[in-house]
Every structure is written in C-alpha cells, then in structure tokens.
C-alpha cells in the first residue's frame, strides 16, 4: 500500500520553489498552529474547534481563524452567526478589530471565514500574512489557530509556509494517508517537523505503526533527513462526535468523560509539549 502512497504522491503536487516566510515573533507570547489534512471529511475542522476548547479549559487563550478558502463552516461547529469574516478585513472594508469575534465559550475568539467566497480576489502570494501578522503582533492570544481548507491548494500551502507549527490530522483510509505523504514531501523541502494524529482510530498502536511505516517509505524516498514526523496520538470513532456536530457544540465541552476526550486530552499534551 505504501509504494502505492509513494507513486500518487508525485501526482498529487508540483513543488516551486519557495522562499522561508514562516512568520515567528519572538516579542509575542502568541504562537501559532496551523491545522491541515490534505484529504478532505476526515474531521480536521472538528478537531480544530475542540483543541481550541480544550486548550482555552487549560487557561489559554485561543483565537481561531477559520481558513477553508470557500467553504467556512468554523462559525458553525462554535455556533456563531458572524457579521464580518476576516474577507471583509482584507478588501479593508473593517478594522481588525472587528473581525475578532467573540464566541459562548470562554477564551475562545474566532475570525471568521466566508462561504461561496470568490478566490481570484486574493491570489498575491503571501497576502494572508497581513492578519496573521496582525493578530500575532496584538500579544494578546497565547495559541493562533489556524483551520485551512482540504487538499494541497495554494491557498493551503501559504499558510503552511507561514506557520512553524503544522499539525496533520489523518484517518487510515489509504487515499488519506496518500494525501499525508503529499503533504510530508511537499514539508520536507523547508520545514523540520509535521506533527501528525489519527482520527477515527481505535487505539494509539494503530497510529503509531502507521507513522513509522509512513517514516520509513519517507527515508526510502530520500526526503530531507533533518525532517520530523512527530505522531502526538489518536482519537477513537465514537457516536457523540457527530452528534456534538448535529447541535453545534463541541464533543470535548459535552462529553468530558468520554474517552475521546481523554485521548484529546492526550494530544494536547503532546502538543504542548512539540509547539514552539
């Protein structure tokens, strides 16, 4: 299955070269995350929102910016009817200020993005650094999440550029794990480290022998040696995940003694403990 990884991975992307603008601002406490997929319905945005939650229970105050260029459904799964999205901060139609948006659960902010939204309005490289730079340089957010779209896009590929902390979530579906090597090829050329988890399986073994074969076919392929593919955990298929989803609330506020909230718990640890 692997080789097979190895060969549609050279399908799945065309790599330019690209100068290094992860943004880092060492004169501010916020540090940002960015959360990918490559693969599309794996629960990438649902685990965005309840790490974000689960972090803000920690003490830590967390602003999320929903990045899925076109299809935002961030607002949805935090239950908020948002007047400005971070679109309407970029065409200069507000202030910054106005796209911070409060949200019912405490120490989490969200900026919003658009559905339907027309792409060819922000194809300059490098744009989306605007807001990030932005909210990072307020000082007033311990953790800048950001939930980008599915799939290798270069919209996707901006904010990974961006970000010095990326955190692939993943299933053991082959055509996921296709899009993770994609995504790890494309890393391994100026990034050190992918942290990665599962959804939807049902014990930490399973992932871990998946990463390493992952890590193995990496080292076959002659990918950058000083690059880090770092498994921080998994999360187990349970019914109340789509349920929370159905409501508009999160799993990780409604079911805290379930034990996807304890393997959540166990991926935020690891987190921490990774993130720079």
């Not at 830590?60 to 239950?79: E, H, P, R, S, T």
């Not at 490098?126 to 909210?135: D, G, L, V």
């Not at 942290?195 to 390493?212: A, F, P, R, S, V």
């Amino acid at each position: 299955m692997f080789e097979s990884i190895s060969t549609q991975a050279h399908k799945l992307i065309k790599l330019a070269s690209r100068k290094n603008k992860t943004i880092n601002n060492i004169n501010s406490k916020t540090k940002l995350l960015t959360i990918t997929s490559g693969k599309g319905g794996v629960g990438k945005s649902t685990f965005s929102a309840n790490i974000a939650y689960t972090l803000s229970q920690k003490g830590y105050k967390v602003a999320v910016l929903d990045a899925d260029i076109g299809l935002a459904n961030m607002q949805v799964l935090l239950d908020l009817k948002p007047l400005y999205t971070f679109y309407d901060y970029l065409d200069g139609k507000v202030n910054l200020d106005k796209v911070l948006l409060s949200t019912k659960y405490k120490n989490i902010t969200l900026i919003a993005g658009k559905s339907g939204f027309q792409t060819e309005k922000v194809q300059n490289s490098f744009i989306f650094s605007q807001i990030i730079n932005e909210i990072i340089n307020l000082n007033t957010y311990d953790f800048l999440i950001i939930d980008t779209g599915a799939g290798l896009n270069e919209y996707v590929k901006e904010f990974l550029t961006l970000s010095p902390n990326i955190l692939a979530v993943t299933t053991t579906d082959p055509s996921a794990l296709t899009d993770v090597y994609a995504l790890m090829k494309m890393l391994s050329k100026d990034k050190t480290k992918l942290m990665l988890c599962y959804n939807h399986t049902q014990n930490y073994k399973i992932g871990e022998t998946i990463t390493n074969s992952l890590v193995n076919l990496a080292k076959k392929n002659r990918l950058n040696n000083n690059f880090m593919v770092e498994y921080i955990g998994n999360v187990s298929t349970s019914k109340c995940i789509p349920t929370t989803a159905r409501l508009r609330k999160l799993f990780a506020c409604e079911f805290r003694n379930e034990q996807v909230c304890v393997e959540l718990d166990r991926i935020i640890d690891a987190l921490l403990n990774n993130i720079k």
